[in-house]
């Protein structure tokens, strides 16, 4: 089980629904990519000035290294 924890800062697009998917890498290995959509602490994830908690499964791939987020192209 992972946590991550994401602080927004200023967003002026607070409004707007957007997909966030985020892989976490090691020196080794890298988890699947995954969907930010629901945050422990709250429905609507990603406001500005707030600090929110996401969980995911995925497999051990022991200490984190390196973070990747992205958007979906459109």
Same mark, same amino acid.
Request: aromatic share 10%; proline share 3%.
């Given at each position: 089980?992972?946590?991550?924890? *994401? ?15 985020? +892989?976490?890498? /090691?020196?080794?290995?890298? +988890?699947?990519? &995954?969907?930010?959509r629901?945050?422990?602490?709250t *429905?609507h994830?990603?406001? /500005? &000035?707030? +600090? ?9 791939i ?10 979906? *192209?459109?």
């Amino acid at each position: 089980l992972y946590e991550l924890m *994401i602080r927004t800062r200023s967003n002026a697009d607070e409004h707007l629904d957007s997909a966030v998917f985020v +892989t976490l890498f /090691s020196k080794d290995n890298e +988890t699947k990519k &995954n969907l930010l959509r629901f945050a422990g602490n709250t *429905i609507h994830p990603f406001q /500005s &000035n707030r +600090t929110d908690r996401f969980y995911f499964i995925d497999r051990d791939i022991g200490i984190v290294g390196a973070i990747c987020s992205a958007l979906p *192209i459109e």
